[in-house]
């Protein structure tokens, strides 16, 4: 009947999971992998969204797409209301909107770093 849920901090979550078509299309924005790249390779559980928008314009500012660079606030804001939501819905982070602060616990199956395009991004 469907995948083993877990309960950690009052939600729900997917365990033993392998990449999904969804997770592919989660995964397949720049600034989600370039978020989930740098909480893979935190030593702490926890980021300030404030450091996300950070790494997330140091990233853009070595691959510029656009001839004009958002600034730090205005990514902020998208992590705020686009970015770091879709990835709380997709079950890879816990995203504390009044503290600003994202949760990491693991990726819920490491072969899905694999199958994206995560091992690409270097910060």
């Given at each position: 009947?469907?995948?083993?849920?877990?309960?950690?901090?009052?939600?729900e979550?997917?365990?033993?999971?392998?990449?999904?078509?969804?997770?592919?299309?989660?995964?397949g924005?720049?600034?989600?992998a370039?978020?989930?790249?740098?909480?893979?390779?935190?030593?702490?559980?926890?980021?300030?969204r404030?450091?996300?928008?950070?790494?997330?314009?140091?990233?853009?500012?070595?691959?510029?797409?656009?001839?004009?660079q958002?600034?730090?606030?205005s990514?902020?804001?998208?992590?705020?209301?686009?970015?770091?939501?879709?990835?709380?819905?997709a079950g890879?982070?816990?995203?504390?909107?009044?503290?600003?602060?994202?949760?990491?616990?693991?990726?819920?199956?490491?072969r899905?770093?694999?199958?994206?395009?995560?091992?690409?991004?270097?910060?």
């Amino acid at each position: 009947m469907g995948q083993p849920m877990e309960r950690a901090a009052g939600r729900e979550r997917k365990s033993g999971r392998t990449a999904t078509g969804t997770d592919r299309a989660v995964l397949g924005d720049r600034r989600r992998a370039c978020i989930l790249s740098h909480l893979v390779n935190m030593e702490e559980s926890t980021a300030e969204r404030s450091e996300l928008a950070e790494e997330v314009r140091r990233d853009e500012l070595k691959n510029p797409d656009e001839s004009e660079q958002p600034t730090r606030e205005s990514i902020e804001i998208d992590l705020h209301h686009n970015q770091l939501p879709r990835l709380e819905d997709a079950g890879f982070i816990e995203y504390h909107r009044r503290q600003g602060t994202v949760r990491y616990d693991g990726l819920p199956d490491q072969r899905l770093l694999e199958r994206t395009s995560l091992e690409g991004i270097s910060h």
